[in-house]
């Protein structure tokens, strides 16, 4: 039995939608954009949504917006893929590395409070396998120290906390629709916000720092002869999202919370299914909030053995992620939860093609030792 570790399934409706977007001449950033900039921002409860090429971009664009001075600390999360923390150097800032909480993998607002300095001016939280952060003591912080909160929500698009969707909380969200995330369009991301003088600017950064897109300036847009008169007001980036992947993330988007009930279901079965193993400790979340379950992750001692067992009978597994302040390029952290937690996490099969049978068979193989 071959058991994959990801696989995006993307909906029929998506496949001729997006057919109709390439057959119609008019393939980049435009109306199926709009459109599904207005929708997303619905589905999330946000005034404003930007559609973007990935969540690395919407990352960026958000610590941008910050307008930070050079050497500035952003306190983040070494648990994290790197461009969480790449973004923060793109901005000629310096990442300061905050302790998890042990069996949520999320920052722990104790440890961020404690590498606080006058220096400090944001903090980024990431919604790790989509278990959304401790948003009331993340912000408590903000509000007392004055500092800006970046959610990284590239996990846990369709999460709840306190009843309301994961992207309608603070002032910056960014989300990924990577090929294999809960809102799969092949790639691209997005940028949920409060201010509408944050969307404007947002709108020209994506492109260029232009104001007015190629679309805006169309013969279809318009209905008028197409207009290459346009003004950059400031220096921006090629990030927008195109009308290919906005027209996969509309039709997705309709399927979202039916899908990440199927994750749920599944999440739960392994659970079950894995309690009381010896050597393996389940991951945990408060009642107030509700995961997306992007992943499926436990921590097992002596985790390589039983890395290597799953994959020797035909199991994909993965590790998210070894510690960012560990790569040659960052400065090494004590950050003793995050250390534990690296050395035992490891990532079982979650997608939508998962039938009971694939979960029994990889818990049996756990349960049968390692």
């Known amino acids: 039995m071959q058991v994959q570790l990801f696989k995006p399934r993307i909906r029929e409706e998506a496949i001729t939608a997006v057919t109709e977007v390439l057959r119609s001449g008019w393939i980049g950033l435009g109306p199926k954009t709009a459109d599904f900039e207005k929708e997303f921002a619905a589905y999330i409860g946000a005034p404003y949504c930007v559609g973007l090429n990935s969540c690395t971009s919407a990352l960026h664009l958000a610590v941008k917006l910050l307008d930070l001075e050079p050497g500035d600390e952003v306190i983040t999360t070494p648990v994290t893929f790197v461009s969480t923390n790449h ?4 901005e000629r800032l310096k990442p300061v ?4 909480q042990p069996l949520t993998g999320n920052l722990d607002p104790r440890s961020v409070e404690e590498r606080i300095t006058p220096r400090t001016r944001a903090v980024i939280a990431m919604h790790y396998g989509g278990c959304p952060c401790d948003l009331d003591e993340l912000y408590a912080l903000g509000r007392k120290h004055n500092l800006a909160i970046v959610e ?3 996990h846990a698009c369709g999460a709840e906390y306190h009843g309301k969707k994961i992207g309608s909380h603070g002032d910056l969200h960014a989300f990924s629709f990577h090929a ?12 949920t916000v409060r201010s509408a003088a944050h969307y404007e600017k947002l709108r020209r950064l994506r492109w260029m720092g232009i104001d007015k897109n190629t679309y805006e300036r169309s013969d279809a847009a318009t209905q008028k002869a197409y207009s290459w008169e346009y003004d950059v007001r400031e220096v921006g980036f090629k990030y927008h999202m195109s009308d290919i992947e906005a027209a996969i993330a509309r039709e997705q ?3 979202l919370d039916e899908d990440n009930a199927r994750r749920a279901e599944i999440v739960s079965m392994y659970y079950s299914e894995l309690a009381n193993v010896p050597g393996l400790e389940l991951l945990r979340q408060k009642a107030d909030r509700r995961s997306s379950n992007h992943l499926c992750c436990v921590l097992a001692e002596e985790r390589d053995r039983l890395v290597d067992r799953l994959r020797n009978s035909g199991v994909g597994v993965s590790v998210h992620y070894r510690r960012n302040d560990l790569y040659s390029m960052y400065e090494e952290s004590r950050v003793p939860n995050a250390e534990r937690f690296c050395s035992r996490v490891i990532s079982l099969p979650l997608h939508l093609f998962l039938q009971d049978e694939d979960i029994c068979y990889v818990s049996g193989l756990i349960r049968e030792g390692w």
């Open 152 to 154: 990284d929500c590239a």
């Open 87 to 90: 973004v923060i150097l793109y």
């Open 253 to 255: 988007l309709k399927f």
């Open 97 to 100: 590395f905050a302790d998890i």
């Open 180 to 191: 294999v995330k809960n809102l799969p369009t092949g790639d691209g991301g997005a940028l």
